[in-house]
């Protein structure tokens, strides 16, 4: 029933939403503030993707250890310029490397997340009654766990695995987007749209994936930016906390786990590490000001 | 009456508002004129967007942050507003220039009592003492006919109904003796019989304390009813001043006029005088035409008159009273040429029953979860949405439901349209059953043949899809075609039927306009060829000019078509205008039915009666009695018992009112009427609606004959 709606869909409705992108992409010109969140963004993925061209070095290679920010290497002549850890790894292409690791694990983490929290917020919001009553009582009693135990728990239990993160992220926090679905959906299942589609016998699915979510995006994608943001400090925590993904490939809250001890002495080992978790978070969080922003002019 | 030199209590001189916007500059008042003087009232009449609650905001200064006033003057007893500092616009507001909105619980804060929000007034404005502010209060609510003023003053806004509400907020406006009284659309969230009991109230204000008054409104009845002078504005523009009998008998503006020819006055007929819309929209402020703001949309507009120079405002040769018109062909124009639509209907005639509704009982279950209510077993309690309700609708026929809120029309087209099952009883469509079959249950042709126009334009469409999306949807889901070449024909097809360009099919529907909107929702209902269309207050939410344009396309359509129009509505005005048939509902029962002509005329059920007293008319050749229904609309969930309507009726005879349900007395096969009163009785109540003499100026009140019974 659903992919009959969807395959059927006329050809100059894929044209304008692809118009659509654009001209989003265009208001954002119009909030600063928006603007500096997609650079920085921008930049972190433009050097996660060129990472091997960037990096003056190879990550996992021990070169020389100890070495401060600007110090040269002597073999090849290269400046080590945020310094190398404690055993002798360029810090500057660890980062870059590092933020790949969160590119891909993060966005796969909240769309799988959105995923699921999406079904279970529509259904709940749509079918209210005990659909409703049994999704929300689940989704509190998760909620009411102190979230880093549940990781610890989850992680600990299956293992530090790309796989196993993810899980884990999606089941801390489905339950919250799930909420945000589920009111949505209560708000918009009352439109007389929604009637139109019920009075000429529309499926469920149909009305809810094709009726209700569409409409609800633009505070859903608001939410993911902001989301990711979370699921790019959750990620970096699981590896301080030496739940991240299994060594020597580097990983930002590793980084800063491994050279932690030597803090003191040479603070540029985890400083570094903990910028690029920062200055990511935040060009998210501000893109999602950006989006808000646009979102509320419209 | 009027003393003069009288003291104008505001003048407002060629005033400018403009807003700022990423866009530039946007002229939203041009070149506004007003002096009020005491005890006035002045009625800001226009469609959205004219600018009427701009200038509302202009004078208490509330513009916001983007708004400006670019030019002219506004002075609030010879002082300027526009250059006051903020200090003395805090003492000008509330005290000496009030304001009413038209949503009261918005106005009222929550968290305090209503007493707590009226002491403030003159505690905060005259420092008098907390008694003194608590007696005050008293007397006020009493003045604004709030029976129980102790009870009321102890209660929380939301213990109150809307109309009581209203009736604070008006208090707390008054209690500071304001010289002017601003008036946003004060009754337009409220229902009928309950708005009738404002405007009563407001119209007595300005008689009794002098208060001036701006009365802001889209209605041009309710302004005839409650202000001396009147304001039409359009595009940003005021295009006629005058008195009421002055513009409302002798307009002098074609928009003005437009705007007559497109309300339901009583003499419109649906079949020889039909409405006239006027064509074309509103233009935006930022692509306003040159010269006169109507032009586009003016049968008499001539270039080189009219454009591209700006027409002012000019007087008009009236023997007592200022009239002024923005046009400059006023003189020119013949007045007395009848409006007319260029087309005579032919009455139809209608066929075979299509929609019988037979004893149909709609309960809700409540479930009350209390300890004390399981104990005593009467946990479950019903709400009586819909009471053994019996009428039919015939082919070609329209059958209009009229009622306030609560009283069971959306539940009942719910079940019609099997988003509910019935209870109790049947309803038979096109000879089949369907009251206990559920939407997805019933065949596809059943589904097609049934369909819903909606109330709220901006509701009706999907905002993501386009509008040729959503047609081409329904064509395919009630399987009229499936060849996409074909639906993509007939979608054309539908749009051309509706009036709306054919490249419509690639908007999305925030492009369109409120009307073009409904017109969409009209084509998406008749897609599947439907046999029967419930219409569910299709156009109370588009502006006046337009509703005439969607409601004669509707008519058209569903003549064309031969299809049956359930029409539900509050407005009694466009009911008489278009249905054969009307049915009252009052707390979910059928009050009364009845041929239009019978319902309009006695005998009357005794809310019915009240209903039509509480329809504004904007027509100075037809009065009516007074009459102003006391206490609230009961709640459903604990509806009275005996007569549903025996806890307002002016008529209650006794007892037997509230302990029996009334029996039905059959006038004549069309018309029958539940009431307990004898039918004889019922056959002398006067007629609600009586033509006055011409000549009599009908604003001073002189022919109003006011009832109260009992």
């Keep these: 029933m659903v992919a009959s709606a969807e395959t059927a869909e006329p050809e100059t409705q894929r044209q304008s939403g692809l118009t659509r992108v654009i001209k989003a992409i265009g208001l954002l010109r119009e909030s600063p503030v928006g603007m500096i969140g997609a650079g920085i963004v921008l930049a972190w ?139 949505l959906t209560l708000d918009l299942r009352n439109r007389d749209y929604v009637a139109a589609s019920q009075t000429r016998g529309e499926s469920s699915l149909y009305i809810m994936f094709v009726e209700i979510l569409p409409n609800a995006r633009g505070p859903l994608i608001v939410d993911a930016c902001l989301r990711l943001g979370y699921v790019t400090i959750t ?45 990511l978070v935040l060009g998210l969080n501000l893109l999602a000001d950006g989006l808000r922003e646009i979102a509320i002019r419209d | ?76 007893k010879g002082r300027d507003i526009v250059s006051m500092s903020d200090e003395e616009l805090r003492q000008m507001r509330g005290s000496e220039v009030a304001m009413i909105y038209q949503e009261p619980m918005a106005a009222l804060n929550p968290s305090l009592t209503i007493g707590a929000q009226l002491m403030e007034v003159p505690i905060v404005h005259e420092g008098v003492s907390e008694q003194e502010a608590y007696d005050r209060s008293r007397q006020m609510l009493g003045d604004v006919k709030l029976p129980d003023a102790d009870r009321v003053m102890a209660a929380y806004p939301h213990q109150i109904s809307g109309g009581q509400q209203q009736r604070v907020v008006i208090a707390m406006a008054l209690l500071s003796k304001p010289s002017l009284l601003l008036l946003d659309e004060p009754t337009t969230a409220l229902d009928v019989t309950v708005e009738a009991g404002i405007i009563d109230l407001i119209a007595e204000i300005a008689k009794k304390s002098g208060t001036a008054q701006v009365f802001i409104s889209h209605n041009l009845g309710l302004v005839r009813e409650t202000c001396d002078r009147i304001c039409v504005m359009y595009s940003g523009e005021a295009v006629e001043t ?29 079949n020889d005088r039909p409405l006239v819309a006027i064509r074309g929209q509103l233009p935006l402020p930022h692509q306003r035409p040159q010269g006169c703001n109507f032009g586009p949309r003016c049968d008499y507009f001539q270039e080189g008159v009219c454009a591209p120079a700006p027409v002012p405002m000019r007087d008009v040769p009236s023997e007592v009273d200022p009239h002024q018109s923005r046009c400059n062909r006023f003189e020119t124009i013949d007045w007395d040429a009848p409006l007319s639509a260029g087309k005579v209907n032919e009455p139809i005639e209608p066929g075979e029953p299509v929609l019988v509704v037979d004893g149909m009982r709609k309960y809700y279950e409540l479930h009350d979860r209390s300890i004390k209510a399981m104990l005593s077993g009467d946990g479950v309690r019903y709400v009586k949405a819909n009471e053994t309700l019996s009428f039919s609708a015939r082919k070609a026929e329209i059958v209009a439901i009229v009622g306030e809120s609560g009283c069971g029309k959306s539940t009942f087209a719910k079940v019609l349209m099997g988003l509910e099952t019935a209870s109790e009883g049947t309803i038979t469509f096109n000879g089949d059953e369907i009251e206990s079959t559920e939407v997805q249950d019933r065949p596809r042709e059943q589904v097609a043949s049934l369909q819903m126009v909606f109330q709220n334009p901006n509701d009706t469409l999907n905002p993501s899809m386009t509008i040729g999306g959503q047609i081409s949807r329904v064509i395919r889901k009630f399987g009229v075609e499936a060849d996409p070449d074909k639906v993509h024909d007939r979608v054309m097809r539908l749009l051309d039927m509706v009036k709306l360009p054919r490249d419509f099919y690639h908007r999305r529907p925030r ?185 009599t100026p009908p604003t001073d009140g002189a022919p109003t004959r006011t009832t109260r019974a009992q």
Aim: proline letters at 8%.
């Design chain 1, 45 to 183: 993925v433009v050097a996660a993707i060129l990472a091997p061209m960037l990096a003056p070095f190879d990550p996992n290679a021990t070169i020389m250890p100890f070495q401060r920010p600007g110090a040269v290497d002597p073999a090849s002549g290269a400046t080590f310029w945020l310094g190398t850890d404690k055993i002798g790894r360029d810090i500057l292409s660890r980062i870059i490397y590092g933020g790949r690791r969160v590119l891909i694990y993060g966005p796969i983490a909240t769309i799988a997340a959105y995923a699921v929290g999406i079904i279970m917020g529509l259904a709940a919001g749509y079918f209210r009654g005990w659909w409703d009553a049994v999704l929300s009582r689940v989704s509190d009693i998760v909620l009411s766990f102190p979230i880093f135990v549940l990781y610890v728990i989850v992680i600990s239990t299956f293992g530090a695995s790309g796989l196993n993160i993810v899980l884990a992220i999606i089941f801390a926090s489905a339950p919250g987007i799930m909420r945000i679905v589920r009111g």
């Design chain 1, 235 to 279: 990620i970096g925590t699981l590896g301080f906390l030496g739940l991240g993904l299994p060594p020597p490939d580097p990983d930002w809250g590793g980084m800063v786990n491994e050279n932690r001890a030597l803090a003191p002495a040479f603070p540029h080992m985890i400083v570094y590490p903990c910028l690029a978790i920062s200055s």
């Design chain 2, 1 to 76: 009456m009027k003393t003069d030199p009288r003291t104008p209590v505001l003048e407002i001189e060629n005033l400018c508002i403009s807003y700022f916007t990423r866009a530039g500059e946007i002229p939203a008042v041009i070149d506004f004129n007003l002096t009020i003087y005491e005890g006035e009232s002045v009625g800001l009449v226009g469609e959205s967007g004219c600018g009427k609650s701009t200038v509302a905001m202009a004078i208490m200064r509330y513009l916001g942050s983007n708004g400006g006033i670019v030019g002219g003057s506004i002075r609030f």
């Design chain 2, 242 to 270: 005058g008195t009421i009998s002055d513009v409302f008998t002798q307009m002098r503006h074609p928009y003005t006029r437009g705007l007559f020819g497109a309300i339901p006055l009583p003499s419109a007929n649906k």
């Design chain 2, 511 to 695: 492009q369109l306009s409120g009307g073009q909107k409904q017109r969409v929702g009209v084509a998406r209902a008749f897609a599947g060829n439907p046999a029967m269309v419930i219409a569910d207050e299709p156009v109370s939410a588009l502006d006046v000019s337009v509703q005439a344009a969607v409601t004669e396309l509707l008519m058209d359509i569903q003549r064309e078509h031969g299809t049956t129009l359930l029409f539900i509505s509050h407005d009694l005005s466009v009911v008489r205008y278009l249905s054969d048939r009307i049915v009252v509902m009052y707390l979910g029962q059928i009050m009364e039915q009845g041929t239009t002509d019978e319902i309009f005329a006695p005998p009357y059920h005794p809310y019915t009666e009240a209903l039509l007293s509480a329809v504004p008319i904007a027509d100075t050749t037809v009065d009516k009695r007074k009459i102003v229904l006391e206490g609230n609309l009961p709640s459903v969930v604990n509806p009275p018992i005996g007569c549903p309507f025996h806890t307002r009726c002016p008529r209650k005879i006794g007892a037997i009112c509230a302990d029996k349900r009334p029996p039905v007395h059959t006038v004549s096969s069309t018309h029958a009427i539940a009431c307990h009163i004898p039918l004889d009785e019922l056959k002398r109540v006067e007629p609600v609606f009586f033509d006055v003499i011409p000549s």
